[in-house]
T-cell receptor, first 112, second 112 residues
Framework: GENVEQHPSTLSVQEGDSAVIKCTYS??????FPWYKQELGKGPQLIID?????GEKKDQRIAVTLNKTAKHFSLHITETQPEDSAVYFC???????????FGTGTSLTVIP | ETGVTQSPTHLIKTRGQQVTLRCSSQ?????VSWYQQALGQGPQFIFQ???????GRGNFPPRFSGLQFPNYSSELNVNALELDDSALYLC???????????FGPGTRLTVL
């Protein structure tokens, strides 16, 4: 099955700085890569996703890049704000598949 | 917020007991997936239900079982509870089995 690794496990940044979280995957058949934000006591919330036919996708302060050859994808958050503090999970799945394979999470703290 | 709801929000059981967790999918979604999230970990896939049939299962024993109803809501049943079953149980709904999954807030299960 798929194996998704996520780094770093914790990340602290000053407000206004950028944050980058990286994930690698093992299954070359994976073609859909969502990112979720999970706040304390809540379920994961989809923040951005990318499919394998696209190299980059941006939504305001959030962007995701995908390198299919190297099998890694990254989340970029610019101009971080305290409300960005949460645990972020990457995931991967293959077309026609059913389960999402999740990374182990990155706890992001934005220091005011 | 997604339209996915789960009940109850918290549950305390003792070892050996049985538990039923419930999930209502988002309007227009016919697929429900269940995940177990241990503390500090990413969600782990339990199984998926599509049009009232099990559509894939992760590495969980048979004492984890489920149902999906004609209105696409779903139940997760766990028999013979063990201490290691203590976790946040998440359900996610999607329009199709391999489409974007939207998570509910989860049910926190504690087994004593």
């Amino acid at each position: 099955g798929e194996n998704v690794e996520q780094h770093p496990s914790t990340l602290s940044v000053q407000e206004g700085d950028s944050a980058v979280i990286k994930c690698t995957y093992s299954d070359s058949a994976s073609n859909y890569f969502p990112w979720y934000k999970q706040e304390l006591g809540k379920g994961p919330q989809l923040i951005i996703d990318i499919r394998s036919n696209v190299g980059e996708k941006k939504d305001q302060r959030i962007a995701v890049t995908l390198n299919k050859t190297a099998k890694h994808f990254s989340l970029h958050i610019t101009e971080t704000q305290p409300e960005d503090s949460a645990v972020y999970f990457c995931a991967a799945t293959r077309g026609g598949g059913n389960q999402f394979y999740f990374g182990t999470g990155t706890s992001l703290t934005v220091i005011p | 917020e997604t339209g996915v709801t789960q009940s109850p929000t918290h549950l305390i059981k003792t070892r050996g007991q049985q538990v039923t967790l419930r999930c209502s999918s988002q309007s227009g979604h016919n697929t429900v997936s269940w995940y177990q999230q241990a503390l500090g970990q990413g969600p782990q896939f339990i199984f998926q239900y599509y049009r009232e049939e099990e559509n894939g299962r992760g590495n969980f024993p048979p004492r984890f079982s489920g149902l999906q109803f004609p209105n696409y809501s779903s139940e997760l049943n766990v028999n013979a509870l063990e201490l290691d079953d203590s976790a946040l149980y998440l359900c996610a709904s999607s329009m199709t089995p391999d489409d974007t999954q939207y998570f509910g807030p989860g049910t926190r299960l504690t087994v004593l």
